[in-house]
């Protein structure tokens, strides 16, 4: 085997680690962390189950720590049987949530691989996979801690590389590596991503399909035979087909390696603010998000110019303005925190609530993006272009009217919020196209002449934008109210105007001196190899001072005090002192109802933090606990023992029902609305109200009153609850825990037989059941989802077969031979005229002694 074919990809490889390593040197060489507020909320909406996991070594289906209850799978997955997993952990390096060095890496690694599979040379790889990798986009999700979306964005490209050897004829290795990257990413566990991953691979294919059809109407129009797929090719709409198939089976597999995730997510999903409702309000409208909801984040048209010009829209709410004169006049007022908070809000100027940091592809990436567009040959200019615009167009939300329809109209489109995420994957489309034009660029296949004229509608192109960026310059949400106030009006403006003369400057230096680096390169006075780094080194070197406007080392922290739990408050103690088997606690010192996951640290919580709350929840929250003043009755049906006030102060709540009870009678109310409106004056312990569509379980009871019917809970575990009760006649229950629909997973168990049915919704958010008379009955509830159970025998056997499809693969590729040439680069000669000439041989001497010359 010769092993220096390899030594340029080892090469390549250990430069991305070595950027990688010290970009993020705090996180790679001492082991701090960054201080990422989105992981401690995950933390705290885990803690119950990581505290069976530590005391049991199993992980609870079910979690009563955050929300009054919600499937645990949602936040810490229980799935065993996913083969891949151990492939996952490999390719991070076997690092968790906190190495953020490693997470970039991975995502210029996969990156190289993409761009090394469409041909390009090492070097070319490199710059690619440098722009997809140190980019403001991903410095805002590592920096908020958005782990596994920044986890799913980085396998993104492996999975684009597998489409393209599909598209290439190379079914095995292809389908192999389709599979393996699927099955990651989807265990990475953002479905958002991975939706717009499989839509981009559906443009791969659509335009491959095109390109396919079109060459075959050419050969027939110049009798060319069909050349098969030796070389590669795909072998023409057959072989396009076959490929195509092989995808979806790759798709198939990669989802059926997690099907323990993806069915109990999908079923969760029916029941969530993503799924249907009751409220005959939203029953008409079908599943999903509401479309103000979905589109809450949608970046702006105009704002878009922060692509190429970061500072367009002002900057993002991670970024700090020491040098603005608003900061320095607000230090004076308010102080340094107060300071960088109106700071930042003020010189925003783009259409979204906030920002964390400007998004930025890279001006060198954008001019190259367009220059690809006009030089590239082939399938993949026209996949990465449509791609890139289609991500771009995504994230415009609510400020582009396709959008309506794709929101109507496209699967799954209404499942997502914060639309604005799309940006991410058009990072991938503008670094792939922008490092393939730079490869075309140095193609010896394509003429000089188109080249030049690809350089100067590139520039043309960039240059237009900037232009538009100097007219566009928009204004902020807060100055109307600002120009009341017109010394601060004119600092603010001030502010913004120096910020974009700034970044426009910085961005026309390093688009001119790529292009000027390309322009020797044409004329010969250039290396390609020499010209390719240069651009390499100058993109780096532009994305570098974008990103540290976020990451900055302050930022980082010992791992020890980021993953801590927060300090316990003396309320928190004073709590606890309560010894009950299990009641909850709703506090309002950290946070409102859907806001606070600290909670969940110390108590079983009515609040917390997360994208999929139960939908019963959220309409309770938004009809009954944000708007009425008195809303205890609600909370302690829900066995809210305990409110802790804005200021600290502990305030048992004497509505609290307990566990269960027993109720006095029951009403049947005729519709959802009418069922949430009767929470307001609802007494709990006396009454429970009813839905009649769900009332099927109850015809014919007639509750006689048992002044000495008793219910209790006997035993506390967060996925099986014991109750024992007795009543001379039969009575309806009511348990304060979280209705979620039986066939999903809830099975009851009366003295050890299962109960067909199980229990009913009552009180709009609990269970109720109707249990006939008896002493000392024993009742279970056990949530044992049919989909988590079934869906691990398939991940064994699906993520085996994954397994299987890669590393046949891989041995077919090692014993074809058929690993590719990592240098891709051609030199252009140099114009006659500037040739050096060498100097003419002197004429011989004839060698008169010997008769020779």
Not at 317 to 331: C, G, W
Not at 754 to 777: E, W
Not at 791 to 816: D, H, Q, Y
Not at 827 to 833: H, I, K, L, R
Request: proline share 4%.
């Amino acid at each position: 085997m010769d092993f220096k074919k390899y030594l340029p990809h080892a090469i390549g490889i250990g430069l991305l680690l070595v950027v990688s390593a010290f970009f993020f040197a705090p996180n790679a060489f001492s082991g701090k962390v960054l201080l990422q507020s989105d992981n401690d909320k995950a933390r705290g909406m885990a803690a119950e189950i990581q505290h069976y996991m530590d005391t049991e070594g199993e992980v609870p289906l079910w979690t009563n720590s955050a929300f009054g209850g919600m499937p645990g799978f949602q936040i810490y997955s229980a799935a065993k049987n996913n083969l891949t997993a151990p492939a996952f952990y490999t390719l991070f390096l076997g690092s968790d949530y906190t190495t953020v060095w490693v997470q970039a890496f991975i995502a210029m690694f996969c990156m190289y691989l993409l761009i090394s599979v469409l041909k390009a040379d090492w070097r070319v790889a490199v710059f690619g996979a440098l722009a997809y990798g140190i980019t403001s986009y991903n410095m805002d999700l590592l920096e908020t801690g958005h782990t596994t979306k920044m986890m799913t964005l980085a396998m993104a490209p492996g999975i684009f590389a597998g489409a393209v050897l599909l598209g290439r004829g190379r079914l095995l290795l292809g389908g192999g590596l389709m599979a393996l990257f699927i099955a990651m990413q989807i265990y990475a566990n953002h479905v958002q991503i991975t939706y717009y991953t499989l839509l981009l691979v559906g443009i791969y294919f659509l335009a491959r399909l095109v390109e396919v059809v079109m060459g075959e109407r050419k050969d027939r129009a110049l009798a060319v035979p069909d050349a098969g797929i030796a070389d590669g090719s795909g072998g023409g709409v057959t072989g396009w087909l076959k490929g195509a198939l092989v995808a979806a089976l790759a798709v198939a597999l990669g989802f059926g390696s997690n099907l323990s995730k993806i069915w109990p997510t999908y079923e969760y999903s029916q029941e969530t603010i993503r799924g249907g409702s009751d409220l005959s309000a939203k029953a008409g409208k079908g599943n999903g998000l509401s479309i103000d909801y979905a589109f809450g984040w949608s970046y702006g048209k105009a704002e878009s110019l922060t692509l190429l010009v970061p500072h367009f829209a002002g900057g993002g709410a991670n970024e700090r303005f020491p040098d603005t004169k608003i900061y320095k006049a607000l230090v004076q007022q308010a102080g340094r925190q107060q300071a960088e908070q109106g700071t930042q809000s003020y010189l925003y100027t783009g259409d979204q609530p906030f920002v964390g940091t400007a998004i930025y592809f890279g001006a060198i990436v954008c001019f190259l993006f367009f220059l690809g567009a006009w030089l590239v040959p082939g399938s993949a200019k026209w996949w990465l272009l449509a791609g890139g615009i289609l991500m771009v167009s995504f994230a415009w939300g609510k400020n582009f009217d396709l959008n309506f329809f794709w929101f109507k109209n496209l699967p799954m489109f209404n499942k997502f919020r914060a639309v604005s995420m799309a940006l991410g994957m058009g990072q991938l489309c503008a670094a792939a196209l922008a490092a393939l034009g730079l490869q075309s660029l140095c193609d010896p296949g394509i003429a000089l002449a188109r080249k030049k004229q690809a350089l100067w509608v590139g520039l043309g192109i960039t240059g237009f934008f900037f232009v538009l960026a100097m007219m566009l310059a928009g204004s902020g949400a807060q100055d109307e109210q600002l120009r009341d106030n017109a010394e601060i009006f004119k600092m603010i403006q001030d502010d913004r105007a120096s910020l974009l003369r700034s970044d426009l400057l910085r961005s026309l230096m390093f688009v001119a001196l790529a292009a000027g680096f390309i322009w020797l390169y044409l004329g010969g006075r250039v290396k390609a190899a020499v010209a390719v780094l240069s651009i390499a080194a100058l993109s780096l070197a532009d994305q570098w001072g974008v990103c540290t406007r976020t990451i900055t080392a302050d930022k980082y922290e010992t791992k020890r005090v980021v993953t801590n739990p927060p300090m316990e408050q003396a309320f928190d103690k004073q709590i606890k002192q309560d010894k009950s088997l299990s009641y909850r606690v709703l506090d309002l010192a950290r946070g409102g109802f859907t806001s606070n996951a600290t909670a969940s640290f110390f108590h079983k919580s009515l609040s917390g933090y997360h994208a999929a709350k139960l939908q019963r929840y959220q309409e309770v929250v938004d009809s009954v606990l944000a708007t009425q003043k008195n809303f205890m009755n609600v909370i302690g049906m829900m066995n809210g023992k305990y409110i802790v006030t804005q200021k600290g102060e502990v305030i048992p709540n004497a509505f609290a029902c307990g566990n269960a009870w027993f109720v006095k009678n029951y009403a049947i109310v005729p519709t959802a609305e009418a069922e949430l409106e009767g929470l307001k004056t609802l007494n709990p312990k006396d009454t429970a109200l009813i839905q009649a569509s769900y009332a099927s379980t109850l015809q014919g009871l007639a509750i006689q009153p048992d002044s000495t019917a008793s219910i209790r809970l006997t035993a506390y575990h967060p996925d099986k609850m014991e109750y024992e009760y007795s009543a001379k006649t039969d009575q309806l229950a009511v348990f304060s825990e979280m209705y979620y629909s039986p066939e999903r997973g809830w099975n009851v168990f009366l003295d050890g037989q299962r109960v067909a049915g199980g229990f009913t919704k009552a009180d709009y958010l609990l269970r109720a059941m109707r249990l006939p008379a008896g002493q000392n009955r024993k009742l279970e509830m056990r949530f044992e989802p049919r989909s988590f159970y079934v869906g691990e025998k398939v991940s064994l056997v699906a993520s085996f077969l994954t397994l299987l499809a890669f590393f046949g693969g891989m041995f077919w590729l090692w014993r074809s031979r058929l690993f590719g040439n990592p240098v891709h680069l051609a030199d252009v000669e140099p114009p006659v005229a500037s040739r050096p000439v060498a100097p003419a041989k002197p004429a011989a001497v004839p060698d008169r002694k010997k008769g020779k010359r």
